[in-house]
């Protein structure tokens, strides 16, 4: 029987042993910005994915926005984390590293001290945010990045990317969506800056573009992924005149640096916008390496998308979490046990290492 949900890839300089990915997704367990021995567990316990992509890992103090969330720009997070790849890799699993900065998705009580709030533009997000110290708090507004704590970041980046290769971690997926500082560059309802990184989709494209060359000269190009959302509504994001071109120019560049993949999100199936089959197509088309589809999917819809070669890989978020064995599960057609979202960002392991 043709299962190409289980069928090995290649994908830059490894091969994945099947083309089910766990996608990233924010935990809140890592006290003290580190990975813990409850972590280890964790990605230990979903090793038989063909590639594991963790939550999103700070590239800078800046970055760190939410609660409890990792980080990855000193060598005591380094150390922290080469015992989570090293158990990944003894049960013959990869794992890539989501570099995630917040940007403006943030609060300073989040934040280390001296570490501030950035973003492209000073404008705050809607709603509020969870911080440990006085619950559900309104947004700040940012302070607007100078071109110096633009080309900081950039090189905080791109030494993250280093770190994440000490660490132990067989790649780096840049988090580009979901309205963090990457996208908020790209996206012109949050971008408004008038200087060389805002105004024309060129000038909104070169913040990730310089990123991806450092990361590239760095540590190759079959090491590194990035995550996009076209027609994301998430964290006061939102599409704009000319998307379609802009990812399908975007998706040209990054693939001319010879990037690994691209991730795609939809996240239709959480209630957010559909994001457009055109879309889609035109960065696949536009792309030469691997892309990795994403969005609410079974193990039946997983296949048929594969069959249809509308992706070399499919990423499964939420059932990864109360099901560590997912992928004998959808390989079985065995019932999926359901996660209890009221435990997806509270410390301890209920609800994160106590699912069967």
Known sequence: MDRPLFQPVQMGRIKLSNRIAMAPMTRSRAIGNLANEMIEKYYADRASAGLIITEGISPSPNGLGYARIPGLYNQEQVASWKKVTDAVHAKGGHIFVQLMHTGRASH?????????????????????????????????????????????????????????????FDGVELHGANGYLIEQFLNPVVNKRTDMYGGSPENRMRFVLEICKGIVEKIGG??????????????????????????????????????????????????APPVSPEIKKLIQQNFKGLYITSGGYDAQRAEQDLKDGKGDLVAFGRPFISNPDLVMKLKEGKALTPSDPTTYYTPGDKGFNDYK
């Not at 001290?113 to 404008?123: G, I, M, R, S």
């Not at 911080?131 to 990045?145: G, I, K, R, V």
């Open 108 to 168: 300073p009580d989040n934040l280390p001290k001296d570490a501030k709030v950035l973003a492209p533009t000073a404008a705050a997000l809607s709603g509020k945010i969870w911080t440990d110290t006085a619950q559900q708090q309104a947004y700040p507004t940012p302070s607007e990045m100078t071109t110096e704590e633009i080309k900081t970041a950039i090189q905080e980046f791109i030494h993250s990317a280093e770190l994440a290769v000490q660490a132990g």
């Open 222 to 271: 079959d090491r590194l992924g990035i995550r996009v959302s076209p027609y994301g509504v998430f964290n006061d994001t939102g599409a704009f005149d000319g998307i379609n071109e802009f990812y399908m120019t975007l998706s040209q560049k990054l693939s001319d640096l010879g990037l690994a993949y691209i991730h795609v999100v939809d996240h239709s199936a959480m209630g």
